[in-house]
């Protein structure tokens, strides 16, 4: 089945597989997250997709910033306006019952909206409590959440990941790649009748629970979304009982795109996790799939299936995440912030909405129809008193028709109440570590005493903390923006120290991250600790002279992005090198000539006020 | 509305379901907080509470499901009215599991001026919100750590005081709202408000099971829930059945269950060793284990419902290091080896 298919993306009839099976069972099996840059191939997905969902089924396109109240449902502006009492609207998520609800940019997508749909996924319902209404809606759909990110970075949220069945990644595929598909609508029709009848022998579903626990899927949500595929296979292939094909195409599409580690045991040495139960007779790795008969021991026989899915599993694990899981690396995690990229955005506008306040709805806030209504209420009874309106300026919002004078609802300009927003701005601090020979000589255990009295720092204030180190041929990222302190100690501690001085490198990769922070809507701010002796550039090669200079090149860039920063001085005597650097970076200079690690932070702290 | 997951029929898990059966037994234990990795069943468990939970009586047509048997201060002002000297009407209902979604507002948590009312009639109404649907229940708050702050604010005063006062639009209400609340997180997307932390009486840490044996059994069972609910359902109607006696019987019983001198002593020593901040702590820890004993059966609590009832009750009071990886539960259990040997 893997003629067409390049190292690490799923092929072709994989992708076409899996659209047949969303069609088949979109609710029971979450979705799709489908990583594909725009273009024809996810566009072909996407039509082959929409032929094959049965004509009742909705699909319908969830754009990125699609606002809580269309999401869910909530009061029909122009609706409550023209009957003069609360209208409610259907949301995006209830129409799309019994089909399938495309997420745009999933990537991107705001937290609000990743936990809407996690909800309908798990439920099979809406529930709407907003705008003064309250109500269930029934939404049994499937997400179909395309991935456009290219960085490592940019991923959807694990709680809406984890709850999609099917994960394919087209990028490597091209408009050469497709071919005519196997399935029609009527197949698709016949496996959804099918579908109940289909049953999952025993061994076939403990096959599976040991490939997930070898290649150490946690979440068992997944091993029970690849039974329901399996299933589903099974009823696309006209059969009445899971077999091994099923399982196989299981293992493809959605335990093997989640693995976090190899499933040979020699790689278990790098799991610091409790000891998992190793599957039986992995010891073999290759050999062992050839082929047990059948007709032996029954646990032998379920061994050799679980190997021959783990085998599957490992050919369709894309090659680069394979190297990562060999450097005994799962795949990052992090956090998404609000998904909205700056300036564009009017912050009257931008992040949650934090209760409402009067004021005027000209000056570009938005209107809070329900509070405009609520203030307007107690007065009605006074304001359709026709002397009461004789007064003027009453504006009259709603005239039911041009034939009807008299309005339904009286408000006046001092009823408008407009929704105020918060931008929830995080605060990241990176941390730029030298673990270079001339600085570990000194004070690397110092520097590292202080950061750690900096994370706790930073966990009191909820931030983000994000750690780069630099020795050696050039600088590192240990750990991705992350409130997740514990693993920044964990990866600060085991920091070694020696080699030279690659800070060019190291003050490029700030920027980076600093663009990347400032990109998501957050607010970075970097600590540095060097002793600024640069000795390394950026293409490896040695020379104090050269690297210097590149080293505050880099600076200079980095001054101009405006962001707070400090360098800390970790030499022994307070060094020119250094308090230049930070000259270079428009940072704050903290020569710290023997100081102790309280005394770091509270020179840090200082600082940072 | 399709039948949810069986409470018993979830497999491993055990801190958990104590808990929550805890906080069915006496709703004053405080709420219970379940944290934990993806795809380990918080969510199931809670909703599956729902249907576990005795039908319980109310006051026939009080919006805030008011308990007949209550006192002045349990009762809503027109319950209070309507009642003068005279029995009132009652009907039994399920106890509710009322859900706050991540997106509600905050017209809707706490209640507000019924719009359609008071546009109609000009009537001034209250149109009460999910804290009064909630009284005498449960408040289910899913993804609790990503909840905005402005609910947040709002939820704290009244989890504390089992009171809403409502003071807005003209309004000015107040009615009881006494419900057990009930949170589920990721800790890896967020932390939670130290404040509203402490309004949970419990606090569970789920992890996902590791053992093949356990794993499959829960794939199994899922399975044959997705393939068929009603039959899977009725499968697990007797035991349901029997833990539901049990939660009745436990109630009823709780008031009489004895907490020994040396169990008293025992918990407010746990509690100076591990310098929990005030003294909700031990409270908790009493209620807890009297909660549990009721619920097996006993008429004294003793040493054993304290340890068991201790990780949860205490992990999330400790004084956090953010550094140690060791944890809460582990420092708990060194301070009780220490103390019970």
Not at chain 1, 35 to 47: N, Y
Not at chain 1, 433 to 450: I, N, P, Q, T, Y
Not at chain 2, 207 to 219: D, K, N
Request: with cysteine; net charge neutral.
């Amino acid at each position: 089945m893997a003629e067409t298919q390049r190292p690490g993306g799923t092929s072709w009839q994989d992708a076409q597989l899996a659209a047949a099976l969303c069609a088949a069972a979109p609710a029971t099996l979450g979705g799709v997250l489908l990583r594909a840059g725009p273009g024809p191939v996810r566009d072909s997905w996407l039509a082959l997709l929409r032929d094959w969902l049965p004509a009742e089924s909705p699909q319908r396109r969830i754009p990125v910033h699609v606002s809580e109240t269309r999401l869910l449902g909530g009061l029909d502006l122009a609706g409550t306006l023209q009957a003069g009492r609360p209208v409610a609207e259907r949301g995006l998520l209830a129409e799309c019952d019994g089909g399938v609800a495309v997420l745009a940019m999933a990537e991107r997508a705001s937290r609000a909206t990743v936990a809407h749909l996690a909800a309908v996924l798990d439920n099979g319902e809406v529930l709407l409590e907003r705008d003064g209404l309250s109500g269930r809606a029934i939404a049994a759909a499937g997400v179909v959440a395309l991935d456009e990110g290219l960085a490592d970075d940019e991923a959807v949220a694990p709680a809406l990941r984890d709850r999609l069945a099917l994960h394919l990644d087209l990028r490597s595929l091209s408009i050469r790649d497709l071919a005519p598909a196997p399935f029609d609508a009527a197949a698709i029709v016949a496996a959804r009748d099918r579908l109940a009848r289909v049953a999952c022998p025993e061994d076939a579903t403990e096959a599976l629970c040991g490939a997930a626990l070898a290649l150490g899927i946690d979440s068992l949500r997944a091993t029970l979304l690849a039974v329901q595929v399996a299933r589903a296979v099974a009823a696309l292939g006209g059969e009445d009982m899971v077999d091994a094909e099923a399982l196989d195409a299981a293992v493809r599409l959605v335990l093997a795109p989640r693995a976090t580690r190899l499933p040979l045991p020699e790689q278990a040495g790098d799991e610091n996790e409790a000891p998992r139960e190793s599957p039986p007779e992995q010891g073999g790795g290759g050999d062992a799939g050839a082929g047990n008969p059948a007709g032996e021991e029954a646990s032998a026989s379920e061994g050799a299936m679980q190997e021959r899915l783990l085998e599957a599993a490992v050919a369709s694990i894309p090659a680069d995440l394979l190297a990562r899981l060999q450097a005994g690396a799962g795949p990052r995690q992090r956090n998404p912030g609000q998904g909205k990229s700056g300036a564009l955005q009017r912050h009257r506008l931008r992040g949650r909405p934090m209760g409402v306040a009067p004021g005027d709805p000209r000056s570009g806030a938005r209107l809070s129809l329900v509070a405009t209504l609520r203030a307007a209420a107690p007065w009605q009874n006074l304001r359709r008193d026709p002397a009461a309106r004789a007064g003027g300026d009453a504006a009259s919002a709603g005239r039911a028709g041009t034939g009807r004078t008299r309005p339904r609802v009286v408000v006046r300009r001092e009823d408008f109440r407009v929704t105020r927003f918060r931008q929830r701005s995080e605060s990241t601090t990176i941390f730029v570590v030298d673990a270079s020979g001339s600085a570990a000589l000194h004070r690397l255990a110092e520097a590292k005493g202080a950061i750690e009295l900096l994370l706790a720092d930073c966990y009191v204030r909820r931030d983000q903390v994000a750690l780069v180190a630099f020795r050696g041929e050039q600088a590192e990222l240990l750990l991705p923006p992350t409130r997740s302190l514990v693993r920044a100690k964990r990866n600060l501690a085991a920091l070694p120290g020696g080699g030279g001085t690659p800070l060019a490198s190291a003050v490029d990769m700030a920027a980076s991250l600093v663009e990347q922070i400032q990109r998501r809507g957050g607010t970075p701010a970097y600590v540095m600790l060097t002793d600024g002796r640069a000795n390394i550039c950026r293409d490896g090669s040695q020379g104090r002279q050269a690297a210097g200079e590149e080293a505050l090149a880099a600076a200079r860039m980095l001054n101009a992005t405006a962001v707070r920063g400090m360098v800390i001085d970790t030499s022994p005597r307070p060094h020119h090198s250094a308090e230049q650097l930070a000259r270079a970076l428009g940072a704050l200079y903290l020569p710290l000539p023997h100081a102790d690690a309280t005394a770091l932070r509270d020179a840090v702290q200082a600082g940072a006020r | 509305m399709a039948p949810a997951f069986p409470f018993t029929a979830i497999v491993a898990q055990d801190e958990m379901k104590r808990a929550l059966l805890i906080a069915a037994v006496d709703q004053d234990v405080g709420g219970v907080l379940v944290f934990g990795d993806r795809g380990t069943g918080k969510s199931t468990a809670i909703r599956a509470l729902a249907a576990l939970m005795p039908k319980m009586q109310v006051v026939a047509g009080c919006p805030y499901n008011c308990d007949p048997a209550g006192a002045k201060p349990m009762l809503c002002d027109s319950c209070v009215a309507a009642a003068g000297g005279t029995p009132l009407k009652t009907r039994a209902q399920p106890v509710p599991v009322v859900d706050l979604p991540l997106g509600a507002t905050e017209d809707r948590v706490i209640g507000a001026l019924d719009l359609e009312r008071a546009l109609h009639a000009g009537e001034k109404a209250f149109e009460p919100g999910l804290l009064a649907r909630a009284h005498r229940g449960f408040l289910y708050i899913d993804e609790v750590n990503l909840l905005e702050d402005h609910i947040v604010d709002a939820l704290l005063d009244v989890a504390a005081s089992g009171e809403n006062v409502v003071e807005r639009e003209g309004l000015s209400i107040r009615h009881p709202a006494r419900f057990v609340l009930v949170g589920s997180g990721n800790p890896e997307e967020g932390e939670l408000r130290p404040q509203l932390l402490d309004r949970f009486g419990l606090s569970v840490e789920v992890q996902t099971p590791r053992e093949l044996a356990t794993r499959m059994q829960i794939v199994r069972s899922r399975d044959a829930f997705e393939r068929d609910r009603a039959a899977f359902v009725k499968k697990w109607q007797r035991k349901e059945g029997r833990v539901r006696r049990q939660i009745q019987s436990a109630r009823e019983n709780l008031d009489g269950v004895d907490v020994p001198d040396r169990v008293l002593e025992l918990a407010a020593r746990l509690c100076m060793a591990l310098g929990t901040d005030g003294l909700r702590g031990e409270l908790t820890l009493i209620r807890a284990a009297r909660a549990l004993a009721s619920l097996e059966g006993r008429e004294v609590a003793g040493e054993e419902e304290l340890r068991k009832v201790a990780p949860s009750v205490l992990r999330h009071r400790l004084r956090r290091d953010p550094l140690d990886e060791a944890g809460s539960g582990t420092r708990i259990e060194r301070a009780m080896e220490q103390l019970f040997s």
